[in-house]
């Protein structure tokens, strides 16, 4: 059992509960901005240190690996070692997704979109209060209009649901699968395969960066 933390994350599941009932419909992409400026470290890289958390919530909540991978990464505070990435990948079902991870950035950011035919996901790490929201898409075309000057075709965001869940410490919940895996002999979603899939990603990643 390899400690991917987010896997274990109350609203990280409820996201994938979402998802799978088709409430937001076919899934269009997913997007991921984790940015903060600085820790610095020196064992590793940008790509390393943040990546490996999306692609593991990508993985999961998609039940799915990528096909095809790009990225683009740069040092900016420190030479030779990247502190900032764009990082694209497409999935099975044409699903396509970017993950922004930056040292050098200053606004802290950990938010994860899921974009679908009929709403999109938003969640936010930083937001205690409202980790999870729903937003419904919706289009509008207005009624009266003479000429094409006058027309008008809004896009809109529908009804905002924030979801309430009972929100546990992600550890707890991972110390407590630990055991139940024990006992029950069960095998964990976070497995040696599973967690091998995301090494072998980040590496490819690393390897054929721009």
């Known amino acids: 059992m390899i400690n991917h933390t987010f896997l274990y994350n109350p609203a990280i599941n409820l996201i994938k509960k979402i998802i799978v009932s088709g409430k937001i419909g076919k899934i269009y992409y997913l997007k991921a901005t984790r940015t903060h400026l ?7 890289d940008v790509i390393w240190d943040l990546i490996p958390h999306d692609i593991a919530i990508f993985n999961y909540l998609l039940n799915s690996i990528p096909i095809k991978i790009s990225g683009l990464a740069s040092s900016f505070l420190k030479k030779n070692r990247n502190d900032a990435a764009f990082i694209n ?20 950011e950990r938010k994860i979109e899921i974009v ?17 929201k ?17 027309f008008q075709l809004n896009l809109r965001d529908g009804s905002i649901i924030s979801p309430n869940f009972k929100m546990v410490e992600p550890m707890k919940v991972v110390c407590d699968n630990f055991i139940k895996c024990l006992q029950k002999k069960i095998i964990p979603y976070s497995n040696g395969k599973f967690a ?7 590496n490819k990643i690393h390897n054929n960066l721009i």
Not at 38 to 44: H, T
Not at 89 to 108: C, L
Not at 196 to 202: A, C, F, P, S, Y
């Open 116 to 132: 679908g035919s009929k709403g999109r996901i938003v969640f936010d790490d930083l937001n205690n209060l409202e980790k999870v």
């Open 89 to 108: 990948m497409k999935y099975h079902k044409n699903i396509i997704t970017n993950i922004h991870v930056s040292w050098a950035d200053t606004n802290k």
């Open 134 to 150: 729903i937003f419904e898409k919706g289009i509008s075309v207005s009624e009266k209009y003479n000429n094409f000057g006058e």
């Open 196 to 202: 091998t899939e995301i090494i072998r990603i980040v």
């Open 38 to 44: 600085g820790l610095i470290r020196e064992d590793v």
